[in-house]
């Protein structure tokens, strides 16, 4: 199969790519001026390999049945697993990054995400505040959720939370673990809205999802993982 061109890639027009040979040049090489995520031949426990390319401002879901691996795939590209394969973000290998701020600039929002303080307030950096409380509040949570104990929300809630939490570090690229399954319509809806505005501002997201209709609302491409293996759906 063709190679795509850095053309492509930085446009969004390949978001699969194909495998490479033994001849080609290292990924490093080959995408360094490129901008966006670049995924090559990655395979860990019960998934891969999978080569797919995220311009930036883009958005890609990831669809599958249930253990599927699409979840996996999230923590191979974010490198929570043991694994093989290339990974590039705007022209730069993942190994030449350090962890923390790999995770920054590609960052995980899980199903569950966790939480190390009592408040809400003490997981937002203070000069990120008055950002989260603006999220909170287009988010349909309650104006004064920052105020409130972790111990006293719904799922709903931290859910969401969980989504601000990420936002306000502006990451380049979101990786998104069904961040509205808990929600009702229109708190989901109220989400979607918020991602397609940083998507505008330039952020990629893979979003794994169940919901078809999602899928279409926010993505130009959807992808099918099964068994590990992913397919343009």
């Not at 111990?151 to 931290?158: D, F, H, I, K, Q």
């Not at 673990?177 to 989400?191: H, K, N, Y």
Request: hydrophobic share 45%.
């Amino acid at each position: 199969g063709r190679r795509f061109t850095m053309e492509e890639v930085a446009s969004g027009n390949a978001c699969m790519l194909p495998a490479s040979s033994p001849s080609s040049p290292s990924p490093r090489n080959r995408y360094e001026r490129a901008q966006g995520l670049i995924v090559e031949e990655l395979s860990g426990a019960r998934i891969g390999p999978v080569s797919f390319a995220l311009a930036p401002g883009d958005c890609v879901a990831l669809m599958g049945p249930s253990g599927a691996g699409k979840t996996l795939l999230l923590r191979q590209v974010v490198d929570l697993d043991p694994g093989s394969g290339h990974v590039v973000l705007d022209g730069k290998a993942r190994e030449t990054y350090a962890a923390p701020e790999w995770r920054r600039r590609v960052m995980l929002v899980p199903a569950v995400s966790g939480w190390w303080a009592s408040t809400v307030a003490a997981h937002f950096p203070d000069e990120a505040l008055a950002e989260a409380s603006r999220l909170c509040v287009a988010m349909r949570l309650p104006e004064d959720i920052l105020e409130r104990n972790i111990v006293g929300l719904s799922t709903g809630e931290r859910q969401r939370l969980a989504l601000v939490r990420a936002l306000v570090a502006r990451p380049d690229v979101l990786l998104l673990d069904e961040p509205t399954s808990g929600l009702d319509a229109d708190a989901a809806l109220a989400v979607e809205g918020c991602l397609k505005d940083v998507q505008r501002g330039g952020t990629a997201m893979l979003i794994v999802t169940h919901d078809p209709v999602q899928a279409a609302r926010l993505a130009s491409t959807i992808h099918r993982i099964e068994d590990g293996t992913l397919r343009t759906a």
